[in-house]
């Protein structure tokens, strides 16, 4: 398990590096460094662990050998969340471990991104190995509504990423259309207002 392979998982902004250890049909185990750190982080553990597993350190982004964010935009937490489910879908692993620590889930309230995680799709995790221990601070009363909420999120976004087209040329009346369809409290006159500045006139249309 000394012998890892460089792996790249394309994004939006670019991509997620990672490193990858052990049999490609072993059991899947997703680990997650910590604060500041990357995917070296495990170098010396990896090769102390079970054999027979498929292990996969993943480099959030901005750390590592992964892309960073555009300039300007912030690295929220619910952030790194949906790089691990972006991973997720990358590697196929419909169920699998996940390991880490520090930054993984070493923070108050709702900045734990483990238990974000496993609290969202609780169903793609079997083991949860926590280096250091905490749980997940959420009020019960909190709990369905944040669910909700993030999950929706998360899974939107990356259905919009798989869909992602190049934009389509539209006339005047359809642009409208469409745009009175997406947001219904607008009027076919604020519509109107909106798509001349909003809209690019191309040969296309």
């Known amino acids: 398990l000394g012998m890892f392979s460089e792996v790249k998982f394309p994004v939006p ?6 490193k990858a250890w052990g049999p490609p049909d072993g059991h899947p185990v997703l680990c997650l460094h910590g604060w500041l750190d990357n995917a070296n982080t495990f170098d010396r553990l990896i090769p102390l662990l079970p054999r027979d597993c498929r292990y996969v350190a993943m480099d959030f982004s901005g750390h590592g050998l992964s892309s960073h ?21 990358a590697l196929q692993w419909r169920r699998f471990t996940l390991m880490g620590h520090s930054m993984a889930f070493l923070f108050v309230s709702q900045h734990f991104i483990f238990p974000q995680f496993c609290f969202l799709y609780p169903e793609m995790v079997d083991k949860l190995i926590l280096l250091e221990n905490l749980g997940f601070l959420l009020s019960p009363e909190d709990t369905e509504a944040w669910l ?40 076919a006159e604020g519509g109107a207002i909106l798509l001349q500045r909003g809209a690019t006139e191309t040969p296309a249309g």
């Open 13 to 18: 902004w670019g991509h997620v590096a990672a």
């Open 69 to 89: 964010r555009p300039a300007g935009s912030p690295y929220h937490f619910l952030d790194y969340v949906s790089d691990v489910r972006r991973v997720a879908a």
């Open 148 to 187: 909700k909420s993030k999950r929706m999120v998360i899974d939107r976004l990356l259905s919009l990423e798989a869909r992602q087209q190049a934009p389509k040329a539209r006339s005047p009346e359809a642009a409208l259309q469409r745009l009175l369809e997406a947001n219904r409290h607008l009027t």
